[in-house]
């Protein structure tokens, strides 16, 4: 990474541990709008995402994590984030796929393995009340 570019990502980060959220996502979008590297593009886009998923904007967020795959496509962490936003609106196979890819990235993502066996718990339940549903 170039040092300019590390110094935003980092002090980016600082600002919305200290819950800046505007002037954190102001400092991304600087970066995502610079000639950076893939790896510097693809944080910025997912920790822009971060904040847009602490607003609540869930698909604005989805898309930056979109966006932070299709630029760095073994970076498990906007899998994981993107499944999560998945798993909560009900998408369970689509937010099942986002959990498998990122343990094949990294089998040690042990919040994705407990997200992956939530998530097929969960879609199992919704399968047997709907299947009960249809019984009366």
Do not use: W
């Amino acid at each position: 990474m170039e040092r300019p570019v590390q110094d935003m990502l980092a002090a980016a980060q600082r600002l919305s541990v200290q819950e800046l959220h505007e002037k954190a996502e102001e400092i991304y979008n600087n970066v995502i709008n610079c000639k950076c590297s893939t790896d510097e593009l693809a944080v910025a886009y997912n920790n822009r995402g971060q904040i847009k998923y602490l607003r609540v904007d869930f698909y604005e967020a989805m898309d930056d994590y979109t966006a932070a795959i299709e630029t760095k496509a073994d970076f498990e962490v906007p899998y994981y984030n993107r499944g999560l936003i998945l798993y909560r609106l009900g998408f369970f196979d689509e937010a099942l796929k986002d959990f498998q890819k990122v343990l094949e990235l990294n089998p040690g993502f042990e919040d994705a393995e407990v997200s992956l066996k939530q998530t097929l718990l969960d879609k199992e339940e919704k399968q047997r009340r709907h299947a009960e549903s249809l019984s009366f």
